[in-house]
């Protein structure tokens, strides 16, 4: 059974950092596009960042452009979103998500996990 | 960036209804067009990906169409359970984009 399970979320200042995880299991991570998607309370969902399967492409929103890194540890079979220089408006529930573009060709999110929330305040 | 517009923002139905919700592009996307239901305080579910093609496990009730600009989601004799927010995604280029939502409500 495919499983996503974020951690690492919670309150932190802003300009502080947090570095969030999603440990997948029922697949292997390298195997597959990965994704973070978050969504602010009460708000739409927006797209965060992605790494390809072999690790070689990563792309990130304008809004976390510079802030934020995405990685990936194979041998936890676990993906990482390390934030730094956090704002107020980063404030979300933040999802890892699969995508299995390298067999259906196109990208899309089959699987997500449950959410990890951050709050940046004061 | 390709900018998503769904239509209605809200839409109020009964069960047995058929409800049809659109999702416009700015630029054309040819099919690289997702939906996906997201019922409150869960992750959404993807239901129709590259425009038309049902998600396994998604009931046959559910159905896309469209392609370039205008996409449509169609849910054919609605249930309970598919009172939900509904989003579309485009997966044509980065920054993947989402459209704003619509709620569908039980009347």
């Known amino acids: 059974e495919v499983q996503l399970v974020e951690s690492g979320g919670g309150l932190v200042q802003p300009g502080g950092s947090l570095r969030l995880s999603c440990a997948a299991s029922?697949?292997?991570?390298?195997?597959?596009?990965m994704h973070w998607v978050r969504q602010a309370p009460g708000k739409g969902l927006e797209w965060v960042s992605r790494m390809k399967s072999d690790g070689s492409i990563t792309n990130y929103a304008d809004s976390v452009k510079g802030r934020f890194t995405i990685s990936r540890d194979n041998a936890k079979n676990t993906l990482h979103l390390q934030m730094n220089s956090l704002r107020a408006e980063d404030t979300a529930l933040y999802y890892c998500?699969?995508?299995?573009?390298?067999?259906?060709?196109?990208?899309?999110?089959?699987?997500w996990g449950q959410g990890t929330l951050v709050t940046v305040s004061s | 960036d390709i900018q998503m517009t769904q239509s209605p923002s809200s839409l109020s139905a009964s069960v047995g209804d058929r409800v049809t919700i659109t999702c416009r592009a700015s630029q054309t996307i040819r099919t690289y067009l997702n939906w996906y239901q997201q019922k409150p305080g869960k992750a959404p579910n993807l239901l129709i990906h590259a425009a038309s093609c049902l998600q396994s496990g998604v009931p046959s009730r559910f159905s896309g169409s469209g392609s370039g600009t205008d996409f449509t989601l169609t849910i054919n004799s609605l249930q309970r359970e598919d009172f939900a927010t509904y989003y579309c995604q485009q997966s044509h280029s980065t920054p993947l984009t989402f459209g704003q939502g619509t709620r569908l409500e039980i009347k």
């Open positions: 998500a699969r995508d299995p573009w390298e067999y259906s060709g196109s990208t899309q999110f089959d699987y």
């Open positions: 029922g697949f292997t991570l390298n195997a597959y596009w």
